[in-house]
């Protein structure tokens, strides 16, 4: 923050091994250092440079990955102190309501703009060839963009996402998008019956992770439990499960 010159500070990932992120929570309790801001991005996020394979099935998807980091946060006590972002395939004031309501304090958006802006999926983005000017640094292929026509364009669809966004608010009887929550959404599950969302991704209770002896810690999904034992304040690796990096860090953020 000394050096950004008091900007807000943080940081962008996609989330592969849970065991990983949980290892930043911890370090984050250990080491007192707080970003400001996490962007979640899920597996649907890329640009055209991107390999197909990691864009189709490297990491968590965005509903996931969010999901988890909102409630590692909760888990360990600081998701008041971190605002969570969430990137990845939103389009909609739909999506931007269920990333809402799962967690997210914003929505960042670059594939919908992307199209907006004239983008025609051609994934020549690091090429330089880009045939319609958006991605490119030749001159002569920049001609393409017509920027008054394309800018008009973007500000329509911002105008009418956002608008959107604030209809299906009014339509579920709320003022704010803050005031979404993931059971105001239906899901199906494996067995095509509908659920709601909160059951698909339910919330763990703030500062559960913090102490194996609460009795609201066996309550908590599996996948938490597990991350949280086996991870590490200092390394990217998994540990024995309970083992003694666990209780200092237990120990440390409960001191």
């Not at 991005?41 to 909102?70: I, K, N, Q």
């Not at 102190?81 to 960042?108: E, P, Q, Y």
């Not at 802006?117 to 000017?133: A, F, K, N, V, Y």
Request: charged share 20%.
């Amino acid at each position: 923050r000394r050096l950004s010159g008091g900007k807000p500070v943080g940081f962008k990932l996609c989330i592969g091994d849970p065991v990983e992120f949980m290892g930043i929570c911890k370090a984050m309790l250990a080491t007192g250092i707080v970003p400001d801001f996490i962007v979640i991005d899920g597996t649907e996020g890329g640009t055209g440079a991107a390999p197909v394979e990691f864009a189709d099935h490297v990491g968590m998807p965005a509903r996931d990955g969010l999901s988890f980091a909102h409630n590692a946060l909760r888990g360990v006590g600081l998701r008041d102190s971190v605002r969570l972002a969430v990137a990845g395939k939103i389009v909609s004031g739909f999506d931007l309501a269920t990333m809402l309501a799962l967690g997210a304090d914003w929505c960042n958006a670059a594939r919908s703009f992307m199209f907006a802006l004239g983008c025609i999926q051609s994934r020549s983005c690091h090429t330089d060839e880009c045939p319609t000017g958006v991605a490119t640094q030749n001159a002569l292929r920049q001609r393409g963009l017509d920027v008054a026509d394309r800018a008009a364009r973007v500000v329509n669809f911002h105008r009418a996402t956002v608008q959107s966004l604030g209809e299906l608010i009014g339509a579920a009887g709320l003022h704010s998008p803050s005031q979404l929550t993931a059971r105001a959404f239906m899901i199906r599950d494996d067995k095509g019956r509908p659920v709601p969302l909160s059951l698909m991704y339910p919330e763990i209770d703030h500062g559960v992770l913090l102490d194996s002896a609460d009795a609201r810690y066996a309550a908590v999904a599996a996948m938490y439990r597990d991350a949280w034992e086996t991870s590490s304040a200092d390394r990217f690796k998994v540990t024995s499960s309970h083992g003694s990096d666990h209780r200092n860090a237990c120990s440390e953020a409960r001191a």
